[in-house]
């Protein structure tokens, strides 16, 4: 698998541990291993030489796993899956080809990253994107995030005792994600967050360790949200979005809300800092 790397490919911080370019492994002889596939792209695992990719610490100064990045490459072939989106928007997923929103998608996850464990007082962060490039064999963009050390929550079965609260504990969490989110001017993350729709369930993994925090590991949307199995919150939360915004909700972000909420919530700047919160008000500016 070739790999073209004429994206960006961005380090968070100067830690001497910080992964280089020439750390990713890319090609699938050297130890490329697929861990899933989605509607609209194929994610795998790829060593680091022993590096933490993006540096030793997370943006809120939690340490990352070291030896392992994701590279989630937007190379969806499901038929279905490509005709709703040319139906719905005229094009197959933006994030296969346009690089304005592979370029969104990469500062959207390092947003969410600094403001969900805010929201959530650490109980939940988010995989961080440490860039993305252009695959040239495949013809189409990919993230390069995290790698989350964890599982999704357990489902209920005879030896399940010990962790029985984990699906109750996320889905206390994703209501509160679900309201906060439109808040701050992300009303199509929602979508990602499994309002009206269960399956976002599985976009939320437990990491391994004592804290057994909660990691937002998947926000790129396969499809417009159109298509909920709950009825009740399509016609009350997509349906009034999607006319407003003459076009069905697709992992929007309101950037000028969002600049607002963060220059005015003087609780973020204090749990933040000065450095971070820069980042976060002068960031939504540059969302294409």
């Given at each position: 698998?070739?790999?073209?790397?004429?994206?960006?490919?961005?380090?968070?911080?100067?830690?001497?541990?910080?992964?280089?370019?020439?750390?990713?492994?890319?090609?699938?002889?050297?130890?490329?291993?697929?861990?899933?596939?989605?509607?609209?792209?194929?994610?795998?695992?790829?060593?680091?030489?022993?590096?933490?990719?993006?540096?030793?610490?997370?943006?809120?100064?939690?340490?990352?796993?070291?030896?392992?990045?994701?590279?989630?490459?937007?190379?969806?072939?499901?038929?279905?899956?490509?005709?709703?989106?040319?139906?719905?928007?005229?094009?197959?997923?933006?994030?296969?080809?346009?690089?304005?929103?592979?370029?969104?998608?990469?500062?959207?996850?390092?947003?969410?990253?600094?403001?969900?464990?805010?929201?959530?007082?650490?109980?939940?962060?988010?995989?961080?994107?440490?860039?993305?490039?252009?695959?040239?064999?495949?013809?189409c963009f990919q993230l390069h995030c995290?790698?989350?050390?964890?599982?999704?929550?357990?489902?209920?079965?005879?030896?399940?005792?010990?962790?029985?609260?984990?699906?109750?504990?996320?889905?206390?969490?994703?209501?509160?994600?679900?309201?906060?989110?439109?808040?701050?001017?992300?009303?199509?993350?929602?979508?990602?967050?499994?309002?009206?729709?269960?399956?976002?369930?599985?976009?939320?993994?437990?990491?391994?360790?004592?804290?057994?925090?909660?990691?937002?590991?998947?926000?790129?949307?396969?499809?417009?949200?159109?298509?909920?199995?709950?009825?009740?919150?399509?016609?009350?939360?997509?349906?009034?979005?999607?006319?407003?915004?003459?076009?069905?909700?697709?992992?929007?972000?309101?950037?000028?809300?969002?600049?607002?909420?963060?220059?005015?919530?003087?609780?973020?700047?204090?749990?933040?800092?000065?450095?971070?919160?820069?980042?976060?008000?002068?960031?939504?500016?540059?969302?294409?």
């Amino acid at each position: 698998m070739g790999c073209g790397m004429g994206g960006k490919l961005l380090n968070y911080d100067a830690d001497s541990t910080a992964m280089r370019l020439e750390d990713v492994v890319v090609s699938e002889s050297d130890g490329l291993r697929r861990l899933g596939k989605g509607r609209a792209a194929t994610v795998y695992l790829v060593p680091t030489n022993g590096h933490a990719a993006g540096g030793a610490h997370d943006q809120v100064g939690r340490p990352r796993s070291a030896g392992h990045m994701v590279l989630k490459r937007f190379s969806g072939h499901d038929s279905l899956t490509s005709l709703v989106n040319v139906l719905c928007s005229g094009a197959p997923n933006h994030y296969a080809w346009n690089p304005d929103a592979i370029e969104s998608a990469h500062h959207v996850r390092t947003i969410l990253g600094m403001l969900v464990p805010f929201w959530t007082e650490e109980r939940m962060s988010v995989a961080a994107s440490y860039g993305y490039s252009f695959n040239d064999e495949n013809n189409c963009f990919q993230l390069h995030c995290d790698y989350v050390d964890g599982r999704h929550a357990a489902l209920h079965h005879p030896f399940s005792a010990s962790r029985e609260q984990e699906l109750p504990e996320l889905r206390t969490l994703l209501r509160d994600l679900e309201s906060t989110l439109p808040d701050w001017s992300f009303s199509g993350a929602v979508w990602q967050a499994g309002k009206g729709h269960p399956l976002g369930i599985g976009n939320f993994m437990n990491e391994e360790g004592e804290d057994g925090r909660w990691v937002w590991v998947d926000l790129e949307s396969g499809v417009p949200a159109l298509f909920p199995l709950d009825p009740v919150t399509l016609l009350t939360y997509y349906l009034p979005r999607a006319f407003a915004a003459g076009r069905p909700l697709f992992d929007d972000v309101d950037a000028e809300l969002l600049m607002s909420q963060v220059s005015s919530h003087d609780a973020l700047h204090e749990y933040l800092g000065p450095a971070q919160i820069y980042t976060v008000g002068v960031m939504p500016g540059t969302l294409p």
